[in-house]
């Protein structure tokens, strides 16, 4: 098996049981510990703290480490946090302490795994395949995403909530035994690091500076602000305001997966055909419209407009997203990708919650309906933002011209 199947397998591995373990973790919650929902709301913000504790000190740290070995002791971690939980139901000593506690060290591990993990895959393919292994990627990710919950309501069925969190233990060993036959890269240390906080800034004045990724990461901030809405009012809207049977929300909310694979197949015969600039743009205006459309009609009409609407919009998304984390990998120099990557992840997923929280501050006074369909206006941003960016009128991102500072 070639070095990027094997990390392709690694990673796809430790994704489904992230996506198993997604079911399982809250199931325990709520079947065994009976818990309240002040306490479930700790356990999913467990989930995101990381990203906005260390997300821009997680570049510097996996700089300064080696990438396999930083991915490898990822997996351990994650590994040991998971199967305590099955350990200490067993001892009789779970509480909702430890499951905080259990989303806490995944949370921070799964920061340092995937600013590794992207930073890794330029080392392993040639720049020429960039994009489509990023499409790959993005669509083995939505595809674990679609299917990981089934399988996990089904083996919570078959096991019980906790001995599943064993499962999703298994997949970080399985991950960190494949990535572990890697080649390591040599970390070339210099006879004294700078300190942490200049090599923060450098990374993110680089993106902040550069043409072509700063507006990339404001665009993205805006999408994802709009996800975070999303994440919260979907159920809610489905439910209350539709009046949604509780089996039918779940086929509902899988049109979010099945678009995202759409969008993974089509982004690389997309963008070549009209350019990544171009396709950007394009993209962002079609994620609008599809967020737009989804709070729409009523009785069948709505579930129409519910499914298309999120069809096109996870489409447009991973376009966006497979686009601009390629020019990441190839335009950017080699010392500084994990801080750039690590500076676009702190900015982009550090709004998933933010956008939550306006959504539920929203949804009450003016309903689920209503809030979904103001902040889909946010993503109006995406496009906008190269519209009004050095990359209006040319065809590829690669065609941008760098001021000498980032030069």
Not at 247 to 253: I, S, T
Request: glycine share 12%; proline share 6%.
């Amino acid at each position: 098996m070639s070095v990027f199947w094997r990390w392709w397998t690694a990673g796809t591995t430790s994704s489904l049981g992230s996506a198993i373990g997604g079911v399982a973790l809250p199931l325990t919650a709520l079947a065994v510990l009976d818990a309240t929902p002040f306490e479930m709301g700790l356990i999913a913000a467990a989930g995101f703290a990381a990203w906005i504790v260390i997300g821009l000190p997680a570049g510097v740290i996996v700089q300064r480490l080696p990438l396999r070995g930083a991915q490898v002791g990822a997996d351990l971690a994650r590994a040991a946090a998971v199967g305590s939980v099955p350990l200490a139901w067993w001892w009789g000593h779970l509480t909702v302490t430890h499951l905080v506690v259990t989303a806490l060290v995944v949370s921070f591990a799964n920061v340092i795994f995937d600013v590794a993990n992207m930073t890794f895959l330029p080392e392993i393919v040639d720049r020429d395949q960039l994009q489509s292994r990023n499409s790959l990627t993005s669509g083995t990710h939505a595809a674990t995403q679609l299917g990981g919950p089934s399988l996990g309501g089904l083996a919570v069925q078959a096991l019980g909530a906790v001995p599943t969190m064993l499962v999703d233990a298994v997949s970080y060993l399985v991950s960190a035994a494949l990535l572990r036959t890697l080649p390591a890269r040599r970390v070339d240390r210099p006879d004294r690091w700078p300190p942490v906080g200049e090599m923060i800034r450098e990374g993110f004045g680089f993106v902040v500076r550069h043409p072509a990724m700063g507006p990339g990461m404001w665009a993205a901030a805006a999408v994802n602000f709009v996800c975070g809405a999303q994440l919260a009012l979907y159920p809610l809207y489905l439910v209350r305001e539709l009046h949604t049977a509780p089996g039918l929300v779940g086929v509902l909310l899988a049109a979010d997966g099945v678009g995202s694979l759409a969008g993974a197949a089509l982004t690389t015969r997309f963008t070549d055909a009209v350019g990544t600039a171009r396709g950007l743009i394009l993209a962002g205006f079609a994620s609008s419209a599809g967020a737009l459309l989804v709070p729409w009609g009523n009785g069948l009409g709505a579930y129409a407009a519910f499914v298309v609407g999120n069809l096109v919009f996870s489409a447009g998304v991973v376009v966006l997203s497979v686009t601009t984390r390629t020019y990441r990998q190839i335009a950017s120099p080699p010392e500084l990708l994990s801080r750039v990557m690590a500076t676009v992840r702190f900015v982009t997923w550090g709004v998933i919650p933010v956008g939550g929280l306006a959504a539920g501050a929203l949804a009450g006074p003016i309903g689920a309906r209503w809030t979904l369909l103001a902040l889909a206006a946010v993503t109006l941003c995406a496009p906008a933002a190269w519209l009004l960016s050095p990359v209006r009128g040319l065809r590829d991102l690669t065609d941008v011209a760098l001021p000498a500072a980032v030069r």
